[in-house]
């Protein structure tokens, strides 16, 4: 089956430094991925959507200069937290998918980032 | 807004129960519907996906139905193994059109007990 890889699978890093955590599809073509955001025994909230190529899509609520996301090619995108802070410790989830698919999502495994 | 829900919140029953996992949708307009597996701390597996044309997928010891005008979705686990222990969530997708996006329930965790 189609396999997603994020990179760091954890992180820590000190409140106003960015990280950026990286989305891969590996053995296919995503000409979409969402980032999602799960906190504590809760479920997945979607943050946005990045189609290859253009600007992603933030759902409401979400900053979207706090939370920069690119998707340079069809197989990569990535997600900057800048300037962190402790609530923005959480488990961040990947998804891909390509067009003509069922458009069923394929996760990653999740990079969890704690802010200190 | 589409709201899915997911009941009950944890289940825990002894090793080689059947059990059934209940998601429910508000609206009913979907097209397609993903039960997913989470182990703690880990991304999610997709188990099965239903189209809105189907009433179920069979995986394995796993049956998904959907019944799309009441807006609801079983996930039905048999003989059940202390492995399947996990958090299951679902998701239906609104549209095919548009960015597809997934709206999640809370999920339930089950704890299949030795």
């Known amino acids: 089956g189609a396999v997603v890889s994020q990179h760091p699978s954890r992180v820590i890093c000190k409140s106003g430094t960015s990280v950026k955590i990286e989305c891969r599809s590996l053995d296919f073509q995503a000409t979409t991925m969402f980032w999602y955001r799960q906190f504590p025994k809760k479920s997945l909230m979607l943050m946005a959507t990045?189609?290859?190529?253009?600007?992603?899509?933030?759902e409401q609520g979400v900053e979207k200069d706090k939370f920069l996301i690119n998707h340079a090619s069809l197989t990569l995108s990535t997600l900057t937290v800048t300037s962190a802070h402790p609530e923005d410790s959480s488990f961040y989830i990947c998804s891909a998918r390509w067009d003509g698919h069922l458009y069923e999502q394929y996760f990653g495994p999740g990079t969890r980032l704690t802010v200190t | 807004k589409q709201e899915v829900t997911q009941i009950p919140a944890a289940l825990s029953v002894p090793e080689g129960e059947n059990l059934v996992l209940n998601c429910s949708f508000t609206?009913?307009?979907?097209?397609?519907l993903q039960w997913f597996r989470q182990d703690p701390g880990k991304g999610l597996t997709s188990l099965l996906l239903i189209q809105s044309s189907q009433r179920e997928q069979t995986s394995g010891r796993l049956n998904a139905s959907l019944d799309k005008s009441s807006g609801r979705s079983t996930l039905y686990i048999a003989a059940s193994q202390p492995g399947d222990s996990a958090t299951y969530l679902c998701a239906v997708t609104a549209s095919p059109q548009g960015a597809q996006k997934l709206v999640f329930g809370q999920g339930t965790r089950l704890t299949i007990n030795p």
């Open positions: 609206d009913s307009a979907i097209y397609n």
């Open positions: 990045s189609n290859e190529g253009s600007k992603a899509t933030y």
